[in-house]
């Protein structure tokens, strides 16, 4: 494991990224507040008029189904085939994928599309996956370790990587992984973190290899979750912290931090 | 008066309800995260595509009108339709009903799918009851005194329990009534707390009686938002701090500091 | 220059004006927050079926095109033709218009509805101007004062007063023009400001002339935003302290600390 997260948060933050993201509407502005936060620079463009256009010119992509409908359906499909076209990252986040039948459709075509990172919890990879997990809305009652199967076949088959987060998260290409042990259990009680870091580990992937800037993604996410924390007198108080964390945060502190093992 | 708010709280977090919630877009986020910091799951869905199909796992819904169109009404329509067949409970927000003929005629039609809890302000209530009040955008300028006659009426008339809220709210079922003299005047100041606090009227209505969980979600609401107030230097820091006070409510604290009386 | 930030200021609160905001998805939160703490009173209508109709009650409006897509389009220039008709005050926004054909053609139809008031950044101006900026997403590139002349063209063409807002802000109405060098480098850090400010333009239009509207209303938003800066720990708890500064912001403080001078 010679994965180095400050670097590749030095390179991101170089770059800038312009990254356009179609997510659900809880998380629009969250999202877009953790990308600049972090270095990015997103862009929440999402109209079918013109989000297949807008992708020639963002350098990665987010596709996340929260509170999709079928018009955006097609706005996410036509951006992300214009991504694969060009070559550039597009990252998909299935949330609730399990949960209805309109989901499912939208997760498997989307997943035929041929993303360069999928990241979800335990119950969305498995759902993915073709696992029958439970998929009671957006909450992850499965342990992460539950879905490391899934989620290397899934890699496999998809030539994604993989992506399950959780309180010890797991990446996989299919044949290499890893564990990121950073966090704080305060990060699910706030909504739409996840999506957030969804656009994170596409930012990290315009200056990174798909494995080594999603690896370093979740590290420096979870760094500044545990610093964000060290204040919070609650979900309010942290959500608010966690923007100064993803600030503030510098690439040695980063390394410092970082709990990332092989698995 | 045999309301015990601390008790429903208590219920209400064991259960940790899955709340779905067609809301509008300003209250999405703060919404999730004032159900995630009170003990609830809340789940933004409604897409027409899915929005029936996901009513029959949610346990309560949540119905606001605060940005709908069309599409979303026929959506709300399905959803709230789909939770009464299954005999659960569904909660409208009426906002600003008043304002436009199309307000006027998605209120109405939700009015006559049986909703469980009508929440609304002074001004709300009263368009929703047939009264001619000043229907000025989404500010409640009627006191609240100024619509219990209608909020009686209306409960009378639809069987839903209505609450009107102000700086004292009002809650009858047609029969018995309670005002909740809890709450902040910081509370207005703040976009879709009203909002979010339907959704918490939800999550209450999955454990104990309409009536109930309405004065119990009141009074709740309005006890964070006290605590909230003491160390807030304005709306931006109280909107803070409510969360984080939602997160920290204790049954006892509630107990303890809900003013509750018989109307 | 006579300007007097601080007696607008004044006049704006206590007409505590309705201002209908048709806005982009990342903004309506924020920007809903923003108006209620500066004192006016927001509401973000913008359905087909309504936006007109609820023209006939707002006393302003803003329309803001970061995510819209042709329906929304069809209602921004319904809406927008509603006030013009009725000689109320209207204020564009014209979030990256020079990045898809899309933007470029609703702009373009939006700027021949007659807005009163249009504020963007430098690539913005440029851009509905119809000189040829680097258009990359929804950040400014280019300096303010590169825009200058373009601003004062696409005023004297339009009839709007135009403001390009930036490090130091340019104000012009074709003939007169102001410079506001209020502000803090964290608020383009945090999402949706830009959009935001041009509510509050809207709001101060109610109650001033057009030019002097928009310099009072960005001066106050700039002086709250230092205001903001001072306890900050990152972008999260400035945006935090904004909503705080701009519910505190006096007419006296707006007065003392704004920095206006002819140009």
Redesign the interface.
Known sequence: MTNKPGLHLAHMREAAP?VQNIT???????M??VL??IGA??????????AA??AG??QALSVNI?????EWGAAMMEAAQAMGAQGKPWVLDPV?VG?????RDLGARLLDSAPTVIRGNASEILALAGSDAAG????ADDPVSAAEAAARHLAQRSGAVVAVTGPVDFVTDGEQAARIANGHAMMP????LGCSLTGVVAAFCVTASPFDATVAALAAFGVAGEQAALG??????F??????????LTPEMLDRQARVAPA
């Open positions: 312009l659900n509407f809880v998380a629009m502005n969250v877009a507040n600049l936060a620079s997103p862009a929440m463009v999402h109209a079918r008029a013109e256009e807008f010119i963002a929260g509170t999709a409908d079928p609730a949960a209805t039948a309109f989901r009671r809305g957006v909450d009680r706030v909504t739409a919070a007198r609650g979900p309010g108080s959500a608010v912290a966690l923007i100064d964390a993803l600030h503030g």
